[in-house]
C-alpha cells in the first residue's frame, strides 16, 4: 500500500511497484483512511510518506501496528531530519528512505522490507543503531512512582498544550521550529502512553500543569 498525499508522487510510485512486479492493493493520501483501509486489505508493505494532512506519520504508524500485527513500514520521505528518522522508527517503522533515492534503489528498499530487512537511506542506518545503543545505557525514565519522566522541554510544551494553544503558537513562543514542536508532542505522547492532544490535556490539567 502506498500512502503519500500528492497524487502525481502516489501515482508514481504505485505505477513503478507495479512494473517491478509488486501487487499494490491500495493508495491513499490520508493517514486515517490509511489505517482502515490496511484492516481490510491486509498488505505486507506500506510504503509511507512522513507528513500527511490529517495525522502524522508517527501516528499513522502506531494505527497501521495495530491494525496489521507484522506489517512492514518503510517511511518515503522528502525530510532525512534525525529526529523524524528516530520517531519513525521508534513507533514502529522497518525502514526509512528519502525521496531523493534513486527508482531502482525506492525497489530494492521495498523488496528487502517485505524479506523482514531493516532499510535505511546510507548514513542514517548508524544513526539508529546509535541511539538504541544509547537508550540501552540510560538509567530508567520512570520516577518512583513509576511515571515516565519528561525532559523541561516537553515539560514546557505540555502545559502550553495544555492552555489550548495550537503547535504553531507554541513554537513562536519558544522560538522553536514546528516539526521540534510536534516531535516534543509525540514523544510525550508516547512516554505517557497517550493517544491525542485531547488526552495530553486532560493529563498536564489533572497535574497541575495548566
Not at 67 to 84: F, I
Amino acid at each position: 500500500m502506498v500512502v503519500d498525499d500528492h497524487p502525481m508522487w502516489r501515482q508514481g510510485v504505485a505505477r513503478d511497484l507495479d512494473e517491478a512486479g509488486c501487487e499494490v492493493v491500495a493508495t491513499t493520501g490520508e493517514g486515517r483512511q490509511a489505517v482502515r483501509i490496511a484492516g481490510a486489505t491486509r498488505p505486507d508493505v506500506v510504503v509511507l510518506d512522513l507528513q500527511l494532512p490529517d495525522i502524522s506519520g508517527v501516528e499513522v504508524i502506531h494505527g497501521l501496528v495495530a491494525a496489521v500485527p507484522g506489517v512492514r513500514v518503510l517511511m518515503l520521505s522528502a525530510s532525512g531530519e534525525q529526529q523524524s528518522v528516530l520517531d519513525a522508527v521508534k513507533a514502529g517503522a522497518t525502514g526509512y528512505l528519502v525521496k531523493s533515492a534513486a527508482p531502482h534503489e525506492f525497489i530494492e528498499a521495498v523488496r528487502r522490507t517485505a524479506a523482514g530487512d531493516a532499510v535505511f537511506t546510507p548514513g542514517l542506518a548508524g544513526l539508529v543503531l546509535g541511539e538504541y545503543r544509547r537508550l540501552a545505557t540510560e538509567p530508567e525514565t520512570t520516577d518512583d512512582a513509576g511515571t515516565p519522566r519528561l525532559t523541561d522541554r516537553e515539560t514546557e510544551v505540555l502545559r502550553l498544550v495544555a492552555k489550548g494553544m495550537s503547535y504553531k503558537q507554541i513554537a513562536q513562543r519558544l522560538g522553536l521550529s514546528h516539526r521540534t514542536v510536534q516531535n516534543h508532542v509525540q514523544n510525550t505522547l508516547g512516554k505517557l502512553q497517550l493517544h491525542n492532544r485531547v488526552e495530553l490535556t486532560r493529563y498536564a490539567i489533572e497535574r497541575g500543569l495548566d
